[in-house]
């Protein structure tokens, strides 16, 4: 039985895991290179699916210390050096709306169009808002609610934006360890 209230199994229902028993790299490590506890509602997430990418478009990063492409603390960095050297308006207005710094970001995802999907880590982790900046960084959206809420949302077009492109999400979306891979 599903539970309807429950997030996470809407979600497991909607798009299921792979089968292939690949378990998930605890978030210890990353969690005390960040100095943060991630939020209870990503550890499910992860815990359930592991790294990897929903419907070809939206990755999930995790503890990945075999692919700094998929690792949250090295995206985290990366994405921390982009808004340092930004100047982007709405990037900026954003995050001092947030009474954030580049600081409080973390990388939770990507997109194949090279969009960031972060937290602003302020406040309690499970209150932490996610923005999406768009690659040219000239549209940022927020969204209120925790991040299988977030992909809840756009996967059953509760939600659209311009940021994605309009053949996302698929009819029948999937999750990939790695939909590139050919097997």
């Not at 549209?139 to 934006?161: H, M, P, R, W």
Request: aromatic residues 10%; negative net charge; hydrophobic residues 35%.
């Amino acid at each position: 039985m599903i539970d309807s209230c429950d997030p996470i199994s809407v979600l497991l229902s909607l798009c299921p895991p792979p089968q292939d028993g690949e378990a998930s790299e605890p978030l210890a490590r990353t969690e005390e290179a960040l100095g943060r506890r991630l939020p209870d509602s990503y550890h499910r997430l992860v815990e359930a699916y592991g790294t990897g990418c929903f419907d070809e478009f939206i990755w999930i990063y995790g503890n990945s210390p075999e692919n700094n492409n998929l690792d949250i603390w090295h995206r985290s960095q990366k994405a921390r050096r982009v808004f340092l050297r930004s100047a982007s308006v709405n990037l900026n207005l954003a995050l001092s709306g947030l009474g954030a710094s580049r600081d409080d970001i973390i990388s939770w995802g990507g997109t194949d169009n090279g969009d960031l999907c972060i937290w602003v880590a302020v406040g309690p982790s499970d209150q932490w808002p996610i923005l999406v900046i768009d690659a040219r960084e000239d549209i940022c959206i927020k969204f209120d609610g925790n991040v299988t809420e977030f992909l809840l949302a756009f996967l059953q077009k509760y939600v659209t934006s311009d940021i994605f492109p309009d053949d996302f999400p698929s009819a029948n979306p999937e999750f990939s360890r790695n939909p590139y891979s050919g097997a």
